[in-house]
């Protein structure tokens, strides 16, 4: 069996697709004491077993309980249920595209397409990258890296030279530093305005912008995981097919204003080296490590 470690999983998107493929929504109608499972699925019965198995656990959690007030516990126990529901139906899905021949090769896909795809990743979370290079707190981190201290007046002149040699560079180096900063924090600004606090990432042959409330990370995580060498998997459909680029801009002549926040989108990700020619832009349902 291979387990699933999800970055992201849209619920809405999954069980709207779910409840066509099955002719019923999962509907996750569970007691609130976790011990009843004949009314959690209509129409089908591929997830029978695997529902009885997760009442039976959420039963026996609640059942550990020796304090507190059953609402508290009640919760717990439903979230946990559902949750589990959740990650479940995702395999579920995933079976239904193949058993109806939906599922495409992720490089001939086309717009529609249901896909998935194993590859190496980048996450960019722009909201939290403006937020840590915000001067007012940079700054005092910059400020704790001591200038080089000033010969007395009985220095000699080759200690004064090698001062003003050390003062020169550090002082390069700090407004380097500062300027540096300011422009990843400009640059985060404008994207997240664009992406209006969502999650972007990139993997290869394709970017998916993520909804942050379907992310199961915190900020720091999400930071954290660009540091694993682990293949993430993208399930999700494919929305569109972005045929070139244009990292040097273009003519604003006549554009169509629908399309102007996408071409803004293009612009700034294909300078930054985000976005390519011929990328596919994915709607996500779960993005995950999978291990066996």
């Not at 809405?12 to 996750?28: M, P, R, V």
């Not at 550090?170 to 999650?199: C, E, V």
């Amino acid at each position: 069996m291979n387990t699933k470690d999800y970055i992201y999983l849209d619920e809405d998107l999954l069980n709207s697709f779910l409840a066509q493929f099955e002719k019923g929504l999962l509907t996750k109608e569970v007691s609130e004491h976790g011990t009843e499972s004949s009314d959690s699925l209509n129409n089908s019965s591929k997830i029978t077993t695997g529902l009885d198995g997760i009442f039976g656990i959420g039963a026996k959690l609640q059942g550990e309980f020796t304090e507190g007030d059953n609402s508290m516990e009640n919760e717990f126990t439903k979230n946990m249920v559902e949750n589990v529901l959740s990650d479940y139906a995702v395999d579920l899905l995933i079976q239904d595209c193949k058993d109806n021949n939906v599922l495409h090769d992720f490089s001939s896909a086309s717009e529609g397409d249901f896909v998935t795809c194993t590859s190496e990743f980048q996450i960019f979370d722009f909201e939290y990258l403006k937020s840590i290079t915000d001067m007012v707190y940079l700054k005092p981190v910059l400020d704790a890296a001591a200038p080089p201290k000033k010969p007395g007046p009985q220095a000699s002149s080759r200690e004064r030279a090698e001062f003003h040699t050390e003062f020169f560079e550090y002082t390069k180096d700090y407004q380097g530093s500062m300027n540096t900063f300011k422009l990843i924090h400009d640059f985060s600004a404008f994207i997240d305005r664009l992406l209006m606090g969502s999650i972007l990432i990139k993997f290869n042959g394709g970017i998916t912008i993520c909804k942050r409330g379907k992310i199961r990370l915190n900020k720091p995580q999400i930071s954290f995981e660009n540091e694993s060498t682990r293949m993430v998997k993208v399930f999700g459909v494919v929305s569109s097919l972005k045929k070139e680029t244009h990292p040097n801009g273009f003519k604003l002549n006549g554009i169509e204003l629908d399309k102007a926040s996408s071409i803004l989108f293009d612009i700034t990700l294909s300078r930054l080296d985000i976005l390519h020619g011929n990328d596919k832009i994915i709607k996500p349902i779960a993005i995950y490590f999978e291990a066996d």
